[in-house]
């Protein structure tokens, strides 16, 4: 039996019904709008703006950034994003800095960097040399941690055993 997928678009679907489930238990006692979006193929300002929410994070505009899969949680006076980086090879520390970047550009309320494979390099840089402040990102005073875990195919979920840092 197959241990991967062929293409990456493959775990969008499924991990973009993980992080609805995710969205709605968190926030299921509040008013709110929750919205999920394959947005791989379209800059992130542009659908923040579909979603009428561009008002919110002004710092997006014209980035020409695209995030795999967007949360998006929305009340009616302020909103939350969410960032889903999907890789189907081992994860790089390459993969660790785009979703970094995105981040410190963008402060998402959350942020995961999820492979079908697994940890790969960032397993060492991570576990062995204990360098989970790679994680950090936010505006200063408020330091939030970005997730990286397994994604497992068979469950459709993140492998619990391999997230980083762990909950």
Known sequence: MNNNIKYEHE????????????LSDKYNKQKC???VID???VYLDSVLDAYDVISNYPQTVGLQI???ILGIVKWV???????????????TLNHLG????????????EAYLLSSVGLGSLNKILKNLKREDLLDFGDGKIIKKMKIAKWDILR??????????KI
């Open 33 to 35: 709008k929750i919205s």
């Open 39 to 41: 947005s791989h193929s």
């Open 156 to 165: 459709s979920d993140i492998d619990n055993h391999s997230l980083i840092p």
């Open 11 to 22: 775990l969008y679907e499924p991990m973009s019904n993980w992080l609805k489930a995710y």
């Open 98 to 109: 785009q979703l970094w970047a995105y981040c410190k550009l963008c402060n998402p309320e």
């Open 77 to 91: 006076d302020k909103s939350k994003i969410f960032f889903i980086e999907a890789k189907k090879t081992a994860l």
């Open 66 to 68: 695209s995030i795999d």
